[in-house]
């Protein structure tokens, strides 16, 4: 997927979508435009999606790998050096824009615990093992 994806790079793909919060451009009566909080459902996680290598490269599952067993700041110290992600500017804008985490969250793709320790969901484990 390039830096503009459209509706084509998603078509035929497995697709996780989210209803969270979002920033939301609306009309007023007056005419001119706002931006506005709001909730939408987002696009959360693309099976198959293409990398900057043009072939998947598993950033799904890398970021999945880096959170495990991490504290958000942790995470985020892994995260913003790691050239896999680095190589994803929409990863890195959602991680700046603190939607990242809240998103895969919401998603059911990670836990937090009492902690504050993210662990993979168990429906993202390899199969013979559990979530701690």
């Known amino acids: 997927m390039g830096q503009t994806p459209t509706l084509d790079d998603i078509v035929g793909k497995t697709q996780e979508w989210a209803y969270l919060s979002a920033k939301l451009r609306t009309k007023q009566d007056s005419g001119a435009w706002e931006d506005v909080e709001g909730e939408a459902w987002q696009l959360v996680t693309l099976a198959g999606a293409v990398g900057e290598a043009g072939a998947d490269d598993g950033i799904d599952d890398h970021i999945l790998d880096l959170l495990d067993g991490k504290t958000e700041k942790d995470f985020y110290q892994l ?3 790691d050239a896999k992600v680095r190589a994803h500017p929409e990863l890195i804008s959602a991680a700046t824009e603190r939607t990242l985490l809240t998103s895969l969250e919401a998603a059911g793709r990670i836990t937090r615990d009492t902690e504050g320790i993210y662990h993979k969901a168990a429906a ?7 979530a701690e």
């Open 124 to 130: 993202d484990l390899p199969s013979g093992t559990q």
């Open 79 to 81: 995260f913003y050096q």
